[in-house]
């Protein structure tokens, strides 16, 4: 029986293709090294298939870069944690199909339900067993992330600001969309008052000396953090998702194409005009072109709306001597 089971195993290994295109050390030179975030979307919109585990790791790391893109060690981490996933479900499933844990089981779980190219371009580039063996803990990474929380409430809050200054009329004619304006904004206000789709009741912001370089380390990925707060998540959003430290290794394509076009819609739309033009410069870069998507402002305070449509003086026009 072992042996029909073995010889089938090989004829579905040498019949199975992927449509991507393998490009051998990609990985490795790409998003282990360094992370190429233009790439990675790139891959993770083409809706072709890929090696068992290539897109599921790499979401993983993107997701990362995405919200700590100058936290080398933590990427490394949460794709290792992604990978520890894929191999523990892939012995599983193998240990269901072989009813037993002996040689066969291992030859199943590394060669059917994951494959040379995993191993090859994935686990030893990551560290192989040493990585392995100490990988941390997911309570660890997730304790992490939430301890950033208050960093990224702040920052979703300032790109809100951005977006209602582009859309209000009245607003924008007393007002420019700045990080010091916006903070400005933010700390005028008690923390209750920053009653919002993601920020909850008791937000504190941080500090100008805190949030300034939380701000600029993520210039070039701030569309993407924005618009995951219209991502759709169970009960909340994937914003609100990665704020209680979970990490979807998991996404439907059309959702992350959803994802993709919102966050071109604020690089373009609702960072244009702002005072410092590395917003939407640098978001614009960092993503392919296609298609935008326009999305619903979060809501604002009663008094959020008209401290900053009231209060503060006008912008001066652009030809004032």
């Known amino acids: 029986m072992a042996g029909k089971k073995n010889k089938s195993a090989v004829k ?20 282990i090294k360094q992370f190429d975030g233009l790439s990675a979307i790139k891959i993770l919109g083409d809706p072709r298939s890929s090696y068992p585990g290539h897109k599921e790791v790499l979401r993983a790391g993107f997701i990362a870069w995405v919200f700590f893109p100058a936290d080398h060690a933590l ?34 779980a590394r060669h059917i339900y994951l494959s040379k190219e995993f191993f090859s ?20 990474i997730q304790k992490k992330v939430i301890d950033s929380k208050r960093t990224l409430l702040h920052i979703f809050e300032i790109c809100k600001i951005h977006h209602f200054l582009t859309e209000d009329c009245e607003a924008k004619q007393v007002r420019r969309k700045s990080l010091a304006g916006s903070n400005k904004i933010i700390k005028s206000l008690n923390d209750d008052d920053h009653t919002s789709f993601e920020a909850e009741k008791g937000f504190r912001p941080l500090s100008e000396r805190a949030i300034e370089p939380a701000w600029v380390s993520r210039k070039a990925t701030l569309p993407l953090i924005y618009a995951s707060g219209s991502i759709k998540r169970g009960d909340g959003t994937l914003f609100s998702s990665i704020c209680s430290g979970t990490f979807p290794f998991h996404m439907s394509k059309p959702l992350f194409d959803e994802w993709i076009a919102k966050a071109r819609y604020v690089a373009s739309d609702l960072f244009s005009g702002a005072e410092d033009s590395q917003l939407s410069d640098l978001g614009l870069e960092n993503l392919p072109r296609g298609k935008k998507m326009v999305f619903t402002l979060p809501a604002l305070s009663d ?10 003086q006008p912008t001066p026009p652009t030809d004032a001597k």
């Open 303 to 312: 008094k959020q709306i008209d401290y900053i449509r009231r209060k503060g």
């Open 121 to 140: 371009e994935i686990y030893y580039p990551l560290g192989g067993a040493v990585r392995f063996r100490s990988i941390d803990s997911g309570q660890k």
């Open 12 to 31: 579905e290994i040498s019949e199975r293709k992927f449509e991507l295109p393998f490009v051998e050390m990609q990985f490795r030179k790409s998003f």
């Open 75 to 108: 990427r490394k981490k949460i794709m290792a944690s992604a990978m520890l996933k894929m191999i523990i479900d892939a012995e599983r499933k193998a240990t269901e199909e072989t009813n037993t844990r002996n040689l066969l089981t291992d030859f199943y």
